[in-house]
């Protein structure tokens, strides 16, 4: 009667999860002591109830003793059966409140479920990444662990997944198809391909995409690929002048069907995928959720040298340049190298004296949209970043983060000479010139040299002869000058 009226009088102590039987609140607390007292006699793999044991064991004896009477496959448990043979019964009996998507299986469902609010409850130890099922944690912590259980037969390279051996053996069957079987719930994704006219494709009903080697071949130089993906990609990248690839507004080729499809909302500006917190949209999820990551502070990828994190693993991959000194691009002008292209392309606008962003209000030009989009915060007096301690707003990001350590007191730039330390990194590039003796700034008319640009501004007032004003102390700072002066004196 408990499954009816929903009664759980069985309760965990440790995380507080409830049991209509307390034989299952046994069998739970083994999650939290780790105890598994039944071993298996084959691999010495231990289990925590005897039922898990028993079910492990048909993998080494490979008993698959009940068979389902529609398609003759068999499994290893009745409840493995069960839940087969809804396939054929067209029986999904758990529904999602939300989206009423339908699933065969209570777990199926569970896991669906955190599509919509978006709990990612397994968490990597490692590098701190989550995610939605404990299947891909595990195949996540490979990574970390360099295990590859999947092994090949042919030549004994190892693999993570099962699907990526499976996508390997085709290689050693060396078996060709001039055909492409495609079935007959594929034959969108195959229309452009079509209309090209480079490849023969026979439509199927009830036929399995793939074949399980390697049947799907270019009819411009008869190599074969184990996907259709794969050989799609093929023809628009190797053989693009045969091929009719999709074109968008402005003429852009793109390598996908999705691509121009993505593409083309710059042009009707439609953003369909919308933050539920600042309203903020963008064209693509993955940029949503990208920027979802503002919202919860979630860095998940970290340098494993200084422990600094980052929302973007294209972030992190241009950050370690700074440990290993990598600088890929050279300018042409003065052979000074960057880390990142970008970066390079701002240098060359110096040499080329190219500011072609104008301002509309004042007429000052920039070199980037995101130096005028910045500047234009100036004239509508737009600060939208505010320090959450005292109020202060700033027009930059970055101004406000440099503003947060006047509260926190945290100095992450350190000299290595004397372990001076600074609260913003251009500050520790100025004082490592007293260190270098380096005076980038040199004067037009004497040639005498500086370390800053305001202190070369200065010296050529005395060129010019412009004065700027006379100083006029207060009488208390002219106090404290005559008391120095009595002290020097004595």
Same mark, same amino acid.
């Given at each position: ?22 034989? &299952? ?41 009940? =068979? ?13 059966? =069960?839940? &087969? ?11 999602? /409140? ?46 970390? !662990? ?35 079987? /495609? ?59 045969? !091929? ?217 007032? /005395? ?10 102390? /207060? ?16």
């Amino acid at each position: 009667m408990r499954v009816h009226t929903g009664q759980q009088p069985y309760q965990c102590e440790v995380c507080g999860k409830r049991f209509t039987q307390l034989s &299952h609140l046994k069998r739970h607390l083994g999650v939290h002591t780790g105890h598994k007292p039944y071993q298996c006699d084959e691999c010495t793999k231990c289990f925590r109830t005897k039922w898990n044991m028993k079910s492990h064991m048909a993998i080494h004896n490979n008993q698959k003793l009940h =068979k389902c009477t529609d398609c003759g496959k068999r499994y290893r448990t009745t409840s493995e059966l =069960k839940t &087969h043979t809804r396939v054929h019964g067209g029986t999904l009996p758990f529904q999602c /409140v939300v989206c009423d998507k339908r699933f065969n299986k209570s777990s199926s469902l569970t896991t669906h479920m955190r599509v919509h609010t978006g709990e990612q409850p397994y968490k990597c130890e490692v590098c701190s990444k989550r995610f939605t099922q404990s299947s891909h944690l595990k195949v996540h912590m490979r990574l970390h !662990t360099g295990i590859k259980p999947y092994q090949c037969g042919e030549c004994d390279k190892r693999f993570t997944t099962m699907g990526n051996l499976k996508s390997h053996t085709r290689v050693h069957s060396g078996v060709n198809h001039g055909t492409i079987i /495609v079935p007959c719930v594929n034959i969108p994704a195959f229309l452009y391909i079509m209309e090209a006219g480079s490849i023969d494709i026979q439509v199927q009903h009830g036929q399995c995409e793939s074949t399980g080697l390697r049947p799907y071949q270019c009819n411009e130089c008869d190599k074969c690929f184990t996907t259709t993906d794969s050989l799609k990609s093929h023809m628009m990248v190797i053989h693009s002048s045969h !091929t009719t690839r999709p074109r968008t507004e402005c003429d852009e080729r793109r390598r996908t069907t999705s691509e121009p499809k993505t593409h083309t909302r710059v042009h009707i500006d439609t953003e369909p995928f919308q933050c539920v917190v600042c309203d903020k949209s963008f064209n693509t999820k993955n940029c949503l959720n990208i920027h979802m990551r503002v919202h919860t502070g979630q860095q998940p990828y970290q340098c494993e040298v200084c422990g600094k994190r980052f929302t973007q693993l294209s972030h992190l991959k241009r950050h370690l340049g700074v440990h290993t000194g990598h600088k890929p691009y050279q300018c042409d002008e003065c052979t000074k190298c960057f880390r990142t292209k970008w970066n390079m392309k701002s240098h060359m606008a110096i040499h080329n004296n190219q500011k072609l962003h104008k301002c509309t209000d004042c007429d000052k030009r920039y070199r980037t949209t995101s130096e005028l989009k910045t500047h234009t915060r100036v004239h509508d007096r737009t600060l939208p970043f505010q320090c959450v301690v005292c109020g202060k707003r700033f027009n930059v990001a970055s101004s406000l983060t440099a503003h947060i350590r006047v509260h926190t007191g945290e100095q992450p730039y350190k000299c290595e000479v004397y372990s001076k330390c600074f609260t913003q990194s251009s500050h520790l590039k100025v004082h490592m010139r007293l260190h270098t003796g380096i005076k980038p700034y040199q004067c037009g008319e004497c040639d005498k040299r500086f370390t800053t640009m305001g202190n070369l501004k200065s010296h050529t007032r /005395v060129h010019s002869g412009v004065n700027h004003g006379t100083i006029n102390p /207060v009488p208390e700072i002219m106090q404290r000058v005559g008391v120095l002066a009595s002290f020097h004196n004595f």
